[in-house]
């Protein structure tokens, strides 16, 4: 279920590291929680966040969550399908519906996050 | 309701769990607030036919002499005018004209009347009712022995028909009638919370859970599908419904609300009559509006609207639209600024989203 190449926050994101760029998306159970997406908000290339910064949000019919990147650094591309295909975060949420890519400036930001594994007891812990 | 208070469980709980069902607690319920996902249980809704369960609703019968002059006094529809058989939209009001709670009124018989009003009042409005002077009338709380199902959509009628004992598409809107369905004694009502034709039947308990798998069988090649609280709320918010909580309140009157077709003042002294007189006569000073987001993104309760950088009202209810596929909501705006095409600002979390007043209700089935 979850890629046991990435890591995952707190927050129910991913994060997938190519060379020095992150990309991160939300979850499969953070969309199943939120239900069927409908408007996702994304900051502007070329912007700059510290790690665990509001960066945007993604709204379903009856709900809103907040997008945090899980790293410091700036913003060098969002996912322009999301603006009319927003239930991509529902249909592909490891894969197409993916939100930022954020070239980091810190690799110890990485080192708090959690593998599969840990995120599925996590998941799990939650639910009960 | 208090936070020990451990939250119950209607007799359809163990259906909607088996269907898959995401529980969440309301109004002190485990209800289920969506199964297989809110849009496409809404579209089957406006499209077929959805099955909700309102048993946390609360039922309370009202008998006696004194039922009808009770009645009058307490509510602001005209009670005297409600013929047996027939139901009717209307409220508990403060002496001030503000909601207590909206509610239906049932005139079973000459003397005897059901009220039906949201989970999240029930005790309350119970505790009111009986304390207001009530002379030669008995007051009954009905809620633990009746159990109640919507059926809702364009198809609910040919799904209810063959199974019941009486051919409920005779009924007019708002009317009811006693019968049986799948064997089951029923108050069958021509009434909904939906914009859509339907049905709600009052039944006991122990045979809940019986109807339901019935209609629910009787049902699948009418394509219908159980529907939860979520489909529930972002259907009658394209209808333009009132919600206890969101547009009425103890701070807001009837009039406000733009339910003034529920106020009779002609029909004599009721609560909160003297208050409501004079604001009719007055005149309002906001208005309950509905609005779209013309922007990109949508607008929830409590969001505040501006005019001119100026913050003019709040939000009541604001969601995205499954039929319209827009943003849509309700809420209170200054009288000068509640005509449709006024355009206005909604502050959704730092974001000024442009937003334009429209007509009420968003959505009207055609017929």
Sequence with gaps: MYPSEYRYTRDHEWVKVEDDV???????????????????????????FDAHDE???????????????????????????????????????????WLVKVKFSSASDLDD???????????????E | ??????????????????????????????????????????????????LFDVCHMGEVRVT?????????????????????????????????????DDLLVYRLGPAEFMLVVNAANAAGDLAWIVS??????????????????????????????????MDPSTLKYYGFARGEVAGVPALISRTGYTGEDGLELYVPPAAAMGLWQRLMEAGREHGLVPAGLGARDTLRMEAGMALYGHEIDRTTTPLEAGLDWVVKLDKGEFLGHEVLRRQQAEGIARRLV??????????????????????????????????????????????????????????????????????????????
């Excluded at chain 2, 596929?325 to 355009?343: C, D, I, R, W």
Aim: proline share 7%; hydrophobic share 40%.
């Design chain 1, 22 to 48: 992150c990309v991160v998306g939300v979850t499969d159970f953070a969309q199943q929680e939120l239900g069927e997406v409908v408007f996702v908000e994304l900051p502007e290339p070329g912007q700059v």
């Design chain 1, 55 to 97: 960066i945007g949000t993604i709204e379903s019919v009856k709900a809103v969550a907040e997008v945090f990147t899980p790293v410091a650094g700036e913003i060098v591309e969002v996912n322009e399908k999301l603006q009319d295909d927003p239930e991509l975060v529902n249909d592909d949420p490891h894969g197409d519906g």
């Design chain 1, 113 to 127: 996050l959690m593998d599969a594994e840990a995120y599925e007891e996590y998941v799990a812990k939650g639910k």
């Design chain 2, 1 to 50: 309701m208090s936070e020990t208070t451990p939250s119950r469980r209607t007799p359809l709980y163990d259906a909607h769990v088996a269907a898959g069902a995401k529980i969440v607690d309301f109004a002190g319920w485990q209800m289920p607030v969506q199964y297989a996902g809110l849009m496409e249980e809404h579209r089957a809704v406006r499209t077929a036919a959805g």
């Design chain 2, 64 to 100: 006696g002499p004194g039922a009808e002059a009770f009645l009058q006094r307490l509510t602001p529809n005209d009670v005297a005018k409600l013929a047996v058989g027939r139901a009717h939209y209307s409220a508990l009001l403060t002496p001030e004209g503000t909601f207590i």
């Design chain 2, 132 to 165: 207001q002077p009530h002379p030669e009338c008995e007051i009954t709380d009905l809620s633990d022995e009746t159990a109640l199902l919507a059926i809702q959509g364009p198809r609910a009628m040919a799904i209810v028909t063959p199974l019941a004992s």
């Design chain 2, 290 to 367: 509905g609005f779209e987001i013309t922007g990109r993104g949508i607008a929830r309760q409590g969001h505040l609207f501006r005019h001119g950088g100026v913050e003019v009202g709040a939000v009541t209810s604001g969601t995205f639209s499954p039929t319209l596929e827009k943003a849509l909501g309700m809420g209170y705006l200054p009288v000068a600024l509640a005509a449709p095409g006024t355009e206005v600002s909604v502050d959704v979390r730092g974001r000024e989203l442009p937003a334009r007043v429209v007509p009420l209700p968003f959505y009207r089935r055609a017929r």
